[in-house]
């Protein structure tokens, strides 16, 4: 019993570990970007510009109502979107219903970040890694879904998201890296500006989203 709280000791000790918990990152990393708890009761229009390197831009508007559970969403004029609850509707284009729930996950999550990891159920790995990056020292959290497998990069001094990746398969490194820059405040939330995306483990760029102003 001795021999392994000892090793138990030196390994939660051993460099590139805290001993901070998750929720201790995520309840500092809500107070910065969202210190009011105002995201259960969002009730904005969000405005997006999306660029890609061929230079096929859109333009998106989001219409989310937290407090309801409704979105609506408008790509182009050529895609719209609307979704209550669980139930969705296409109002403009050939796109299935269930394509506009995976629109609907995919703005609320990126986009409701750090937010949305107090999602009940969200299955984070209990041991809080400690990295660097661009000179920063930062909080890693790991949490692992059913189909990937993401790492959340939080400023270990003001809470502040500065990235995310994920993988489909660790073993491969095959996935995503998304790295975030600027911010701009919708209804007291400090949402992260501008998301550029890149292939891993190439780092090959694939676009990035602006969100340019709410309404």
């Not at 989001?62 to 109502?65: A, F, G, L, Q, W």
């Given at each position: 019993m001795e021999k392994l709280l000892i090793?138990?000791?030196v390994a939660l000790?051993?460099?590139g570990f805290s001993q901070i918990t998750p929720y201790e990152v995520l309840d500092k990393a809500a107070s910065y970007h969202d210190p009011n708890g105002k995201w259960k009761?969002?009730?904005a229009t969000l405005l997006f510009t999306e660029t890609r390197p061929s230079g096929d831009?859109?333009?998106?508007t989001?219409?989310?109502?937290n407090t309801r559970s409704y979105m609506k969403i408008n790509r182009n004029d050529e895609n719209?979107?609307?979704?209550l609850g669980e139930s969705s509707k296409v109002l403009v284009g050939?796109?299935?219903e269930a394509r506009a729930l995976r629109m609907r996950n995919y703005y609320l999550y990126l986009w409701g970040l750090p937010m949305k990891l107090y999602?009940?159920?969200t299955p984070f790995d209990r041991d809080v890694e400690e990295e660097t990056l661009n000179g920063i020292k930062c909080h890693v959290l790991r949490v692992v879904y059913e189909e990937d497998t993401w790492y959340f990069h939080f400023d270990q001094s003001s809470g502040r998201m500065l990235q995310y990746k994920f993988y489909k398969d660790e073993d491969t490194g095959k996935g995503e890296l998304i790295t975030l820059e600027d911010e701009i405040t919708v209804n007291g939330i400090k949402i992260p500006q501008k998301r550029s995306w890149y292939t891993l483990p190439e780092m090959k760029y694939l676009g990035t989203d602006i969100l340019t102003g709410s309404e």
């Open positions: 090793l138990l000791l000790s051993a460099p009761e969002l009730n831009d859109r333009k998106t989001v219409v989310i109502d719209v979107y609307e979704i050939d796109h299935d999602d009940e159920g």
